[in-house]
């Protein structure tokens, strides 16, 4: 077995080089603040007046002995200054005349008696006689103690420190991988950094960011919500390199939770998971939630004994979701450490973002110039979304845009609009690129082969196969990003480069019906079915929205693959669920006089109605008025008989079956149970023992359903006291049988590992913008 190098040693031989001169003044003042908390352990008191018009900073402090210094050793107890001395040239050496104003500032700095200890953080190089020279001028000025610590001192304290990383992860954009990870996690992280570069170059080590950090390392998990565009995922993608880099973990991207449970694996402790849209991408997806309903506590025994994990999703879509997951299997999740709300940024986070943005992004410095005055203004604007500040970055996305304060700030306001305009102008050629890549749905494979209806497609959108592949190394870095999905390794090609702008390519193909009708062309049902609204109304979260005058053709596709979908269970809960919630009366009405056996065909629905989806369907179709009382019929004769035999409470409590039974029938159903359940629940109650199998489940596990549709009927039952009586029974005998079968099951212990903290320094006011240098080159 190959030996690897420890975590957080030099993997690679030579001196680690991270380009530091790409950081601003501000964020490489971040960097040395992080130094002192995460490294020296210092607690900062306050933060130094920058506006000097040198690209420095300082802070100010009483030096406290860590357990483990690097480069200070045995620095007096006396108060300190650290000074922050910035370039944007690479391989820049600092000489003493750079430092004029500093060796007068000190001599202040020790009249006032703030200053016993000078340490000089730059990035820039400094010489030997250098250096010795620094050291005498500032022992002129009354310093006690000095110490200059260079470029390369930094960069070698990056490569060594993994926790140092983990508070500044924009490093691992900057230098070569080989050189801080070992072998194994060198070869995932070059794959997530291929996909990841451009985010890491700007992210910025927000609140969130650092509770996230906080909740996975003492808990375990964290789950990120917020609206669109706010970051959620880019804060995940981070996490997953801290992981491999300072916490030793294989990485995974998920799909979903049955995804993370075949991954996991009990023997590597050392796992993390992170799974974007746990819950639905655009709309609430109910199998997808159901999947994680019926898979939590296997997630979260593998939580317990070590993996970590990590969920996004938007809010709206949780909200939803939420209601459908049994709080007992996930009691995490009601827990207010471990859930982020990656859209609270402070203002200077606003501004750091937006910084980051504008400087790397390829805005003319006259451009730059021109904004450099309205960036506060557009930092706060509210919502403020960091997807935003990476459009106004870029040239791509700012062709109309009015370089005034008024002018940016609609811009960061309404990015929707804005993007409409852009796509608008693109040339065929991009618009082929994009539906194509739209089409594909998470990626389009490269280098480009096109199927049939693919020709169709650059053919019918006047493009060329020549000009498509030009637009999509064009449009790489500003619409579409190019790698391989940390979800599927095994292939490479372009994707959104933000779920956002897939959304807005939705919202222009539905400007024009002839664009649907090339969308539609050739596509399987499955694509159809995730891609599209055949509602006119409006509801979070934008899909391409089909006119009624082509409801004739989507029935039409499925039709054809309805047979396909009936023995297809994924495919039958996309189908059910595109019913559900993204068909408008007119269409549901079409399509049920196409397809009459369809409504027959619902109501044979199985237990357990908490995650069955058939009875959103015609609950869907009793609103449309397309129950008749056939139908009606037959859906009271299934849920009667399942509510007893199963027994099944799922009627007395979801919101579906409100309109599907009227209050006449739900008093009548609860007399049917109250009469026959506790009669018959002792063959019910063996049915269920003689179906359990030991190597599949736990028997607390197993028999958790049957007790929470018993509490259930417990709620429903509340002001009859026999009734309640009678289902209390039935709940001893269900913990009776579980004792006869064996043991309670003790999982292993919680995972536990709580991070050390350190208080980080408040930002105090100081004079100089953090956008001054953003007109610089």
Request: hydrophobic share 40%; glycine share 6%; charged share 25%.
């Given at each position: ?20 001169h ?5 964020a ?7 130094v ?32 483990d ?27 003493p005349?750079?430092?004029s ?13 703030l ?113 669109p ?62 999947n ?33 997951l ?94 409409r ?8 050629d ?17 280098p ?57 390519f ?7 019906p ?11 049902w ?5 891609r599209i ?69 619902l ?112 709620k ?50 100081h ?11």
């Amino acid at each position: 077995m190959t030996d690897h190098p420890r975590k957080g040693t030099v993997a690679a031989p030579g001196s680690p080089d991270f380009a530091l001169h790409t950081l601003g003044w501000r964020a490489f003042q971040d960097l040395c603040s992080a130094v002192l908390r995460e490294v020296w352990a210092q607690s900062v008191h306050t933060f130094a007046d920058s506006n000097d018009g040198g690209r420095d900073g300082a802070f100010y402090g009483t030096w406290q002995q860590s357990p483990d210094p690097i480069g200070v050793q045995d620095l007096p107890d006396g108060p300190f200054v650290l000074q922050c001395k910035h370039t944007k040239k690479a391989d820049t050496t600092l000489t003493p005349s750079d430092l004029s104003d500093e060796f007068a500032k000190a001599r202040t700095l020790v009249d006032r008696g703030l200053c016993g200890s000078y340490v000089l953080l730059t990035n820039a190089r400094v010489s030997g006689t250098s250096e010795a020279t620094i050291r005498q001028r500032l022992r002129d000025a009354g310093v006690g103690h000095v110490e200059v610590l260079d470029g390369q001192w930094i960069c070698d304290t990056i490569a060594t420190r993994p926790r140092l990383r983990t508070f500044v992860p924009r490093v691992y954009g900057l230098g070569d991988l080989s050189q801080i990870l070992d072998e194994r996690a060198y070869t995932q992280a070059q794959a997530l950094l291929g996909y990841l570069r451009d985010e890491l170059a700007t992210f910025v080590v927000t609140d969130a960011y650092r509770r996230a950090v906080q909740a996975v390392q003492a808990h375990g998990f964290v789950l990120l919500l917020g609206e669109p565009g706010v970051g959620k995922s880019v804060i995940a993608e981070t996490l997953a390199m801290t992981a491999l880099d300072a916490w030793g973990c294989l990485t995974v991207k998920a799909p979903d939770a049955a995804g993370l449970v075949r991954h996991w694996n009990p023997l590597e402790p050392k796992q993390f998971f992170w799974v974007d849209d746990a819950f639905g991408s655009v709309r609430h997806e109910r199998h997808l939630t159901d999947n994680w309903a019926r898979h939590m506590r296997e997630v979260m025994i593998a939580i317990r004994r070590g993996a970590q994990v990590v969920l996004t999703s938007r809010d709206y879509i949780y909200r939803d979701a939420r209601r459908y997951l049994k709080e007992s299997a996930y009691p995490l999740l009601h827990e207010q450490q471990v859930v982020v709300d990656a859209a609270q940024l402070s203002p200077e986070e606003r501004r750091q973002i937006l910084y980051n943005h504008i400087k790397l992004g390829d805005q003319p410095r006259e451009v730059r110039r021109s904004m450099k005055f309205h960036l506060h203004e557009a930092a706060d604007t509210d919502p403020f979304y960091p997807e935003a500040a990476r459009r106004l970055g870029l040239q791509k996305f700012t062709r109309r845009l009015h370089l005034n304060g008024r002018g940016i700030a609609d811009f960061m306001a309404h990015p929707s609009d804005y993007l409409r305009q852009v796509y608008d102008e693109l040339e065929p050629d991009e618009k082929t690129a994009l539906a194509l890549t739209y089409q594909a749905g998470e990626c389009l494979p490269a280098p480009l082969d096109l199927d049939p209806s693919q020709h169709d497609v650059v053919t019918r959108m006047g493009g060329t196969f020549a000009g498509v592949s030009r637009a999509l190394s064009t449009l790489t870095g500003t619409f579409l990003r190019q790698g391989s999905p940390p979800s599927n390794g095994t292939i490479t090609g372009w994707a959104f480069r933000h779920p956002t702008l897939q959304e807005g390519f939705a919202a222009f193909l539905a400007t024009d019906p002839n664009l649907i009708k090339i969308f539609l062309s050739g596509q399987n049902w499955r694509t159809i079915l995730s891609r599209i609204d055949c509602d006119t109304g409006n509801q979070d979260g934008t899909l391409l929205r089909v006119p009624p005058s082509l409801y004739p053709r989507v029935i039409e596709i499925l039709r054809a693959a309805d047979q396909e979908t009936l023995t297809d269970c994924l495919g039958q809960r996309v189908w059910h669920e595109f019913l559900a919630s993204r068909c408008s009366d007119e269409f549901l009405a079409l399509y049920t006089q196409a397809e009459p056996a369809t409504i027959v065909r619902l109501t044979w629905f199985t237990s357990f109605l908490n995650v069955v989806d058939e009875p959103q369907v015609l609950a869907r179709l009793q609103q449309a008025s397309l129950i008749e009382p056939a139908h009606h019929q037959l859906i009271v004769e299934r849920v009667t008989k399942l509510a007893v035999e199963s027994p099944d409470a799922g009627w007395t409590w979801l919101p579906e079956w409100k309109s599907l039974l009227s209050d006449t029938e739900r008093e009548q159903l609860l007399s049917h149970v109250k009469q026959q359940l506790p009669s018959r629940f002792d063959q019910i109650l063996q049915d269920w023992r003689s179906n359990y199998n030991p190597d599949e489940a736990d028997p607390h596990t197993y028999f958790e359903e049957l007790e929470i549709e018993l509490n259930n009927y417990q709620k429903a039952f509340a002001d009859d006291t026999d009734a309640v009586s009678a289902i209390d029974q039935a709940l001893e005998k269900v913990n009776e049988t579980i004792w006869a079968i064996g043991e309670e099951f003790v999982p292993q212990g919680p995972y536990a590992a709580g991070p050390h903290r350190h208080s980080a320094p408040a930002d105090a006011p100081h004079g100089r913008s953090i956008f001054d240098d953003i007109d610089d080159d």
